[in-house]
């Protein structure tokens, strides 16, 4: 079972790898952020893909995030264990608090959410956004370790880079939403429809603008170093008990979401989306 894992260049710096090597891989859909860093940890391959690049040179909306999930897919990984620093909306969700979330709201604007469109529609349930049984072994994992974790809540997704007015962060605390972060979306939705398992391990870095002293990025950083010890050991801890089997639908999510008849299908859109939805393009 190969593992990628999406995040900032702490969590890659802490694991201990074996027969490290690093790939460049190309897609359809353009460069991904950074070459993918190839190894072994505890006899499971993992994949370690650098977000904003290697010298966090890419803001949230310039992430490529269609041709990072179509890397992971191409060099063989399955589950995807994300990384988030986010703010929280809640008093009770300090900073240096972990959170799996089990559900987003979506307030981006510019991102190409979809392998799909021009000329092949596919609809996919996202009813559970995160994969509820890597989002479970997350949890349990993190159970076996020291950090202090809520286990689900609203990820609020914003489009960034800016963080948020009050205005906003008030309103996003009305609705019981939890936390606040730019970079979740659309990586669910590319990875649902590249059927393959995601979830996100999320470090808590400030209390958005809620509160009367605001956020500044220096203490966003510095709580986001503070946090990368204990969403390592969970990665860690994640990867060394992952189950050999996956026991969710991820793995069939477009089984019957393409509606577009086979005939209809423009050849030129074929090739990109081969390796995604090959098995489908013709069911209907």
């Given at each position: ?7 900032g260049?702490?969590?890659?710096e ?6 490290e ?8 859909f353009g ?5 993918l860093?190839?190894g072994?940890?505890?006899?499971e391959?993992v994949?370690?893909l650098p977000?904003?690049?290697r ?15 179509h ?5 063989g990984v399955?589950r ?14 300090p ?17 190409p ?8 529609v596919?609809?996919?349930?996202m009813a559970?956004?995160y994969c ?6 997350l ?6 370790t ?10 609020v997704?914003?489009e ?6 009050r ?7 009305s ?25 996100t ?6 209390y958005d ?9 220096a203490?966003?950083?510095e ?62």
């Amino acid at each position: 079972m190969t593992v990628g894992i999406i995040g900032g260049s702490g969590v890659y710096e802490a694991l201990d790898l074996e027969q490290e090597a690093t790939q460049y891989v190309d897609t359809p859909f353009g460069e991904p952020s950074g070459r993918l860093t190839v190894g072994q940890l505890a006899g499971e391959e993992v994949v370690f893909l650098p977000r904003h690049g290697r010298n966090h040179s890419l803001s949230p909306t310039e992430v490529p995030y269609r041709a990072n999930i179509h890397a992971l897919k191409q060099v063989g990984v399955e589950r995807v264990l994300s990384t988030n620093a986010v703010g929280s909306l809640r008093e009770d969700l300090p900073p240096r608090t972990l959170v799996v979330p089990d559900q987003y709201f979506d307030r981006t604007k510019q991102r190409p959410m979809s392998f799909f469109g021009d000329g092949v529609v596919a609809h996919l349930s996202m009813a559970d956004p995160y994969c509820p049984h890597t989002r479970e072994h997350l949890v349990d994992s993190a159970d076996a370790t020291d950090a202090d974790l809520a286990d689900g809540g609203t990820y609020v997704c914003i489009e960034g880079p800016q963080f948020s007015t009050r205005a906003e962060s008030e309103f996003y605390r009305s609705n019981d939403w939890d936390i606040i972060g730019m970079t979740t979306v659309p990586e669910a939705n590319l990875a649902r429809e590249a059927e393959l398992c995601y979830a996100t391990l999320t470090g808590v870095t400030d209390y958005d603008v809620w509160r009367e002293e605001g956020v500044t990025l220096a203490e966003v950083q510095e709580n986001a170093a503070a946090n990368e010890a204990a969403i390592n050991a969970v990665l860690e801890r994640a990867i060394r008990t992952l189950p050999d089997e996956r026991d969710c639908d991820c793995g069939s999510a477009l089984a019957g979401a393409i509606t577009t008849p086979s005939e209809a299908i423009p050849v030129e859109k074929r090739e990109p989306l081969e390796l995604l939805a090959g098995a489908y393009l013709d069911e209907r």
